[in-house]
């Protein structure tokens, strides 16, 4: 028979070992991976989380190590007191302390205070989530694929400006310029931070500063899923993930906290190489977590909508309704009350965009916004215009932004096949609906041809035709009041046709005016080139000239017409003139057939 002491001892040690399996096991649960942001990375599988912050780990090897990050959590919150209130583990990893008393019930923990997040908890009073998708905006290299956020819904319901919006971001200095944002953003030279702030101040943001529309889509989430996604934004609000302008950024980080939130959850791991808003606003569309969306228009766009109802005099009067020194009354009293409303509203608003988006420091605007509004309020308060329509396709709804092509073609000595992969997001001739109208956007875009015998004295010949770097194009069309400037900008290397010349470094910039009518563009830039290469005269050209354009675009059907003259600077001269004919046509969102010439 054993002794006493002897069993005491072989109970507590087969005790302590079944306990250290279950944690070993429990350090393996994809939650706790959630939790601590943990990916497998590198040949040889091992574990690193994608928190940068030595802060956010309790463990010595804890960014690197699962169990050994849960062993010390688990110490910490057992050792916990009441005096340590805030500073305690439990109060300092909410989201953390909430599962594992879920996964281990029978573990004993203190009872821990934490008063000060407690209050922030209230005070957001969170009983609901919805994903913010803000439109591309192509000034801001950071925002030219555009932006996503999560904003909490109040218990309550009330307006949804007074919620709170959690955005991830890069914490950039603001005397970097944007060659400088651009270099540091796409290899992790910011950190990124994660911020609460009232909702209304990213609509000002979008919609009235950067004059961008919003797609909000409200997500069917239940409470206790909120209640951690709150849990886990305290544990991260003051640490920092390094940012990364085509993988970690901010669309990611906020899939990768909604994988926090719950288990059923599983989106950040679904993109490895690159992080695109709209794709990320798909894999949760997909996931049937949408309950329902809503348009929120920007302040141009609702402007534009009302310069497109009125007519060339009534412009001409808008104009005068917020420049001249005279009263609205002297202006527009023999006109009838639909009419003086539509022209006063329309003024307040075109006054809005001079003193906002045109950064007019004029005082002026601010008293005549003033006088307009209050003449306006002496009018019946209907509305003077009708509702701005919901767009048919939403930007999530667009074609994939990852494209693979394959052309046929001659080159004016032979016939020739080509392969080519653009890895982002958008040009011309792609499918217009979900994408800003006259907007182009390429990275990466890589182009190898194979070019058949008949051409090359019987051989047969494939080399890189292209790589494409950046690619930017602006036709932000004019009106009667809104006067945006379009530019271009185009940067890789290329071979030009007709010309067996070699893989040659090109720079490409351009700046001039479009104009809109009737589903066509046309436009005009002021372009200039930059080529580098050793086999051309001199090693280097630098030519400027016009260039003009038609673009017609619907949903299915798009036609390109392009034209270029460039004379001839500095360096070698090749006398460059060239014309484009594009036609495609769309079948599906994402199959295209095109004709180029």
Known sequence: MLKPTLLITLLFTLNTAAANADL??????????????????????????????????LAAHGATDPEAEL????????????????????????????????????QHFPVVPCPEFSQWFERINGGGLTLIFPAAYMNSP????GHTLIRINRK???????DFGINYAANADPEDNELVFSFKGLFGGYPGVVSIIPYYQKVNEYSHLESRDMWEYELDVTQEEVDQFLRHTWEIRHLHFDYYFFTENCSYHLLALLDAASERFDFADAFLARVIPADTVRVVVDSGLVRQTHFRPSTLTGLNHQIEALDGAQLHTVKQLVLDAKTPSEQIA???????????????????????????????????SIVLLSARSKLAPTQAFAPIPRPEVRDDQGHATRRFETRYGYDGSANFWQLGLRMAYHDLLDPAPGYLQGARLEMFHLQARHTFSEGLGGNERTRLQTLGLLDITSLSPRNALVTPLSWRVNTGWKRFELLDEALMAHLNAGFGFSRHAWGQTWYGLLDQELDLDNDIDKGYRLASGPMLGWLWQTSHWNVWLEGRAYADLLGA?????????????????????RFEV
């Open 24 to 57: 070993t096991q429990l350090a393996q649960h994809e939650q706790w991976h959630h939790l601590l942001h943990y990916h497998r990375v590198g040949l040889f599988d091992r574990y690193q989380s994608q928190a940068d912050d030595p802060a956010f780990f």
């Open 71 to 106: 062993r010390a959590t688990l110490q910490a919150f057992t050792e916990d007191h009441p005096e340590l209130g805030d500073q305690a583990a439990q109060c300092r990893y909410p989201a953390r302390f909430h599962w594992i008393r879920q996964q281990l019930p029978q």
């Open 142 to 145: 950071s925002s030219m694929y």
């Open 156 to 162: 309550g319901g009330g307006s949804p400006l007074l």
């Open 334 to 368: 023999h006109l009838s009350p639909l009419e003086q409303a539509q022209l006063l509203d329309t003024a307040y608003q075109y006054a809005r965009y001079l003193a906002v988006r045109k950064k007019n420091p004029d005082p002026k605007l601010g008293q005549r």
């Open 573 to 593: 001269e090749l006398q460059h003139r060239s014309a484009l004919f594009g036609l495609s046509y769309s079948w599906t969102r994402d199959w295209q057939l």
